[in-house]
């Protein structure tokens, strides 16, 4: 019996085996277009994690990897010892969460007022508008801000000496300042491009729903409560889970163009710390100029791990309370 369950797999194996060759050799074509991304996969991402050993490792330029001795975890404890730690690590996590008290409910709001306009070439161009500036590179929307807010030069300096008589603000050079201005600009960049994913799911709501709902008497709040924002639960909920996992994240390149040590104190994020260390730039707690590259990846996976960790707890708890997760 044992024997006829084997040959009955092995002919199940080589019929899936040629099954799938045949199909390979059918659609060859369309294969041939998945090599360029499998490419791009491959060697800018999965043979890079080969270099993830640099944390492990007292790295040197000369030796290359392979011969650079092991220390185990000798980088991470001393990034724990590392007294601008709690800084860096405040400093992410109050900007990420700032931006997702005060961003993630803009494109859901706006998506909500889109929706409503009647007049279709109005809400087009309003969309498209609002959108455009997520196509912009950060670098010029950086260039845009500080023109903006230049104490001699800037619109918003103009209004406040000009209109309300007072004195020239050095925004940019405070360090109280910066997370708000970073905070507001990634609103305006972002807001119109999120708030086309739930523009599209509030069109796919069914108008019957709402048919329903005027003829049982609701006003337009009460479709909104009760049809449209229920209808945009899954939608709200993976988004969120995506942004809770990133809580540890902050695209180091605004914030680069954007800071200086006047401003470290409240803008030197872990990113932008990984960065300076890795490179030895001088600067407060970057080190002496010699790059670090093993403390730099020793603190990449610890920012890695902890999005890893935060996006596993978000998911078990919108599955437990929410009933609905990513997997």
């Known amino acids: 019996m044992d024997s006829i369950l084997k040959e009955r797999k092995k002919a199940l ?17 369309l294969y041939l277009f998945l090599l360029p991304g499998m490419a791009y996969f491959i060697v800018f991402t999965y043979i890079p994690y080969y270099y993830l050993t640099l944390a492990f490792r007292e790295y040197d330029l000369v030796s290359g990897l392979a011969n650079s001795p092991w220390v185990g975890l000798k980088y991470f404890k001393m990034f724990f010892n590392d007294v601008n730690m709690a800084r860096v690590i405040k400093n992410t996590l109050l900007i990420n969460i700032y931006s997702l008290i005060f961003g993630f409910p803009v494109p859901i709001i706006f998506a ?40 001699s030069t800037g619109i918003v300096n103009s209004i406040l000496v000009n209109i309300f008589h007072m ?33 599209a799911v509030i069109l796919s709501i069914d108008p019957a729903l709402y048919e329903a709902a005027v003829i049982d008497g609701a006003n337009k709040w009460k479709q909104i409560m009760h049809i449209t924002l229920p209808g ?52 407060i707690g970057a080190g002496s ?39």
């Open 13 to 29: 194996f080589a019929l899936g085996e040629k099954t799938l060759i045949s199909r390979i050799i059918k659609d060859k074509s």
């Open 112 to 151: 909500l007022l889109l929706n409503e306009l009647k007049n279709v070439y109005y809400k087009r161009v309003v969309q498209t508008i609002s959108y455009l500036p997520h196509f912009i590179s950060s670098a010029v929307i950086v260039g845009m801000v500080i023109n903006f807010l230049s104490p």
């Open 167 to 199: 004195e020239p603000v050095h925004f940019l050079a405070k360090a109280e300042y910066f997370r708000t201005i970073y905070v507001s600009m990634g609103i305006w960049k972002e807001f119109g491009w999120g708030a086309i994913i739930y523009l």
């Open 232 to 283: 945009m639960k899954n939608i709200i909920v993976i988004t969120l889970l995506l942004s809770l996992g990133s809580l540890l994240s902050v695209g180091y390149e605004t914030i680069i163009l954007m800071y200086n040590p006047l401003t470290y104190k409240t803008a030197d994020v872990i990113s932008t710390y990984v960065y300076r260390r890795g490179m030895g730039v001088l600067g």
């Open 289 to 327: 100029g010699i790059p670090e590259y093993s403390y730099a990846t020793a603190v990449g996976i610890f920012q890695s791990v902890i999005g890893l960790i935060l996006i596993v707890a978000a998911n078990k708890l919108s599955k437990k309370y929410a009933e609905f997760s990513l997997y």
